[in-house]
């Protein structure tokens, strides 16, 4: 008897409350749990062999934005232009990293530091281990920022870099090797 009333009273419990997480005033509207982003790039070839070679993204497929969509989407004023769709695992669910060039000289001042622009302007990418990372960083001379790698208080590492256009990068995760 006592089993039977505590599991009916347990029972009632989840019942209410899942009947408030369904009357959130917050409904979930969106249909993924992912964020596609957009990068404009100055040289597509630079930051594909950068993105592909260096972070190791896989290169999952692309399209073209032809002129009178760009220019009724409002994306541009009417000039066409192809994407090219990266992500860390060739999955559906994967975000998307989606490159664009529009072959023009950037508009963005140098930054030597996140707080010298508007906007986006890092991305965190947390990795299984940040040892197949250095040495491919060294390969492509590309500068590691501060002094990193630096370990963060909860034991992992962190380095930070910029991909061609100067759009930080933070790569955290755990390290075996040697800094």
């Known amino acids: 008897m006592k089993k039977t009333l505590a599991l009916s009273l347990f029972l009632s419990l989840m019942s209410s409350i899942c009947i408030a997480q369904d009357k959130?005033?917050?409904?979930?509207?969106?249909?993924?749990?992912?964020?596609?982003?957009?990068?404009?790039?100055?040289?597509?070839?630079?930051?594909?062999?950068?993105y592909k070679e260096v972070l190791g993204l896989k290169e999952t497929g692309g399209f073209t934005v032809e002129r009178e969509v760009a220019r009724k989407t409002g994306l541009t004023s009417g000039k066409p232009?192809?994407?090219?769709?990266?992500?860390?695992?060739?999955?559906?669910?994967?975000?998307e990293w989606k490159l664009m060039t529009f072959k023009n000289k950037s508009q963005h001042p140098e930054q030597k530091h996140i707080q010298d622009d508007t906007g986006m302007q890092y991305v965190t990418m947390y990795v299984k281990s940040l040892d197949p990372f250095i040495p491919r960083l060294k390969k492509a001379r590309v500068k590691r920022l501060g002094?990193?790698?630096?370990?963060?208080?909860d034991g992992r590492y962190f380095i930070l870099i910029q991909d061609p256009d100067g759009?930080?990068?933070?790569?955290?995760?755990?390290?075996?090797?040697?800094?």
């Open 81 to 95: 232009f192809d994407v090219k769709v990266l992500k860390t695992v060739d999955d559906p669910n994967a975000t």
């Open 147 to 153: 002094k990193t790698p630096t370990q963060i208080p």
């Open 167 to 179: 759009t930080f990068i933070e790569l955290i995760g755990p390290m075996t090797t040697d800094k």
């Open 24 to 50: 959130s005033t917050h409904p979930v509207e969106y249909s993924s749990g992912t964020i596609s982003v957009g990068i404009v790039v100055s040289n597509m070839k630079k930051s594909l062999k950068f």
